[in-house]
């Protein structure tokens, strides 16, 4: 059934092709021609439907689109502390400030004060006269709307003097959330003993471990990655006829955005339109992350009656979002001497940062590709979603799916190694 491969996909690469070497390496451009007039359509190389815009500079992202009359430029004061609680906000210096046309806050959105993918635990704006709980160094707590970005930017960036904050330790790392009990989300465990799926007996699992005539126990952390989008968080919100709204965002989930915006400013789904021609690149980080950027430019839209712009700059894109999750393992694997794992247990503890955000899927996903190629007769898996006064973490290509398996690749690694 297999077919041979062909004879030029063999070849080894040429070192630093140009791009014409490198193209008919891999399409044998007159084959495909030759196909395609014989009507296949099927293993026809096509261009991408926007490359020629791409490489001629054309291509339109949001900051592209020409702004309209009377365009309005936002940018958010931020916590300077981790962890804590504001006691007083004094806005009257920055509204004062040039070009600033109003600052808003949490008490301003007219619905729901959340934008939480799954669970409602992550506030827009932190809600000063609610608590003033801070979550996080880096905590958008206002939202200044001016003239000029440049103008917005230079008032928001007054923040540190417009907050008066009793601060608290932080919880930064997985292993202090761990100890403290403190999680996002209900812990996840998955038990096979014996061969069963989730039927398994704990004791069993910790047996088979000490029965294996070689064990391997330790502990191991992989740290988080940013995405690093080349286009950072944008969102341009345009008040529309009869209340409505339509919103240029860039985001991988257009129709959660019009939800999670719909809650905030109190409006039904269809009052909201949201667009999103391409991105500049989202790898998970707009998936659900997009939405506080897009809600914030709608609320000061909707109140001031005239479009605004909210486009992060990298350093605020760095410090407000969050990224892949860092992870801490600890593990033990019993195995033979021909390298058959007989049995495994192991804790992971994931940074999920100060919400849930998609923390819960990416837990599940790692207990589910701990095993990886292996077949584990009898394991012990245990999933803790750690909450920190960090960034929420988010999705990230693959998410947990890659670093979850190096806890029993690296006990086979040391095995060959033995």
């Not at 600033?100 to 007219?110: H, M, N, R």
């Not at 917005?152 to 417009?162: H, L, N, V």
């Not at 191991?220 to 965002?249: M, N, W």
């Not at 033990?332 to 955000?357: K, N, P, W």
Request: with cysteine; charged share 20%.
């Amino acid at each position: 059934m297999n077919k041979p491969i062909d004879a030029r996909l063999l070849q080894p690469a040429e070192a630093f092709a140009d791009y014409l070497s490198n193209t008919a390496a891999r399409i044998d451009v007159g084959a495909e021609a030759l196909a395609h007039e014989r009507g296949m359509r099927v293993g026809i190389s096509r261009p991408h439907e926007s490359a020629h815009l791409h490489v001629a500079g054309e291509a339109t992202y949001i900051d592209d689109i020409p702004e309209l009359a009377g365009t309005l430029h936002c940018a958010l004061g931020l916590s300077p502390a981790a962890n804590g609680r504001v006691t007083a906000l004094s806005l009257d210096a920055i509204r004062a400030m040039p070009g600033v046309v109003a600052v808003i806050t949490a008490d301003d959105i007219p619905g729901t004060n959340d934008c939480g993918s799954i669970i409602h635990d992550d506030p827009i704006l932190l809600p000063v006269n609610d608590g003033g709980e801070i979550r996080y160094l880096g905590q958008p707590v206002f939202a200044v709307i001016a003239e000029t970005r440049d103008a917005a930017r230079r008032a928001a960036a007054k923040a540190k003097d417009a907050l008066t904050i009793e601060a608290q330790p932080p919880v930064l790392t997985p292993q202090a959330a761990h100890a403290r009990g403190q999680y996002v989300v209900p812990p996840m465990h998955i038990v096979r003993s014996g061969g069963a799926a989730n039927e398994g007996d704990e004791a069993a699992v910790r047996a088979a471990i000490a029965k294996a005539p070689r064990r391997h126990k330790s502990t191991l952390d992989v740290g988080g990655q940013e995405q690093f989008y080349l286009e950072g968080q944008i969102s341009y919100a345009i008040p529309k006829e009869g209340g409505t709204l339509h919103i240029h965002c860039s985001t991988q989930h257009p129709s959660e955005m019009q939800h999670l915006v719909a809650h905030a400013m109190h409006l039904q789904s269809n009052e909201v339109h949201v667009e999103c021609r391409r991105m500049g690149g989202g790898f998970g980080g707009k998936e659900s992350q997009s939405a506080l950027f897009a809600c914030v430019a709608a609320v000061a839209a909707r109140q001031l009656q005239r479009p605004v712009k909210l486009r992060l700059d990298r350093d605020d894109d760095f410090m407000v979002t969050g990224r892949r999750h860092c992870f801490w393992y600890e593990y033990e694997v019993g195995y033979d001497d021909e390298g058959r794992i007989l049995g495994a247990e192991i804790t992971m503890v994931s940074r999920a940062g100060h919400s849930a955000d998609l923390s819960g899927p990416v837990m599940t996903r790692a207990l589910c590709h701990f095993d990886n190629a292996y077949w584990l007769p009898n394991v012990s898996m245990h999933g803790f979603s750690g909450k920190t006064n960090t960034q929420s973490n988010t999705a990230f290509r693959a998410s947990a799916a890659r670093r979850a398996p190096l806890p029993s690749r690296t006990s086979w690694t040391r095995w060959r190694a033995n």
